[in-house]
């Protein structure tokens, strides 16, 4: 997909502030305790990485396949005891990427 960066230069600067005030956002509402403000402000950063990734010229499935290698490595790696812990990283993997029977 072409893309002419410059162009979508402002959209790109201002997905970007509001990236920053979405993870302010999360540690605003955990200091308040706020389950819905928590959730609200994570799925903002969840949903601004996507529209940032598009503006910057790439396909939303790209961001996908790059995630899920980024989260395979992480699990190799047991990232801050997350899998050994937990079991997040492969949880999350088998959300994302469901395997078919």
């Known amino acids: 997909m072409a893309v002419d960066v410059v162009k979508c230069s402002k959209a790109i600067e201002e997905l970007k502030v509001e ?4 993870q302010w956002m999360v540690q605003q509402s955990t200091l ?3 389950e819905n403000q928590v959730l609200e402000s994570v799925a903002r950063i969840v949903g601004l ?3 940032l990734t598009r503006r910057l010229g790439f396909d939303f ?3 996908d ?5 980024q989260l395979a490595q992480w699990q190799k790696e047991d990232l801050y005891n997350l899998e050994s812990e937990w ?3 492969s949880l999350l993997l088998s959300y994302l990427v469901p395997e078919e029977d």
């Open 19 to 22: 990236l920053l005030k979405a």
């Open 32 to 34: 308040n305790a706020s």
């Open 49 to 51: 990485s996507y529209l």
């Open 61 to 63: 499935s790209r961001l």
């Open 65 to 69: 396949r790059v995630l899920y290698k």
């Open 87 to 89: 079991g997040d990283l």
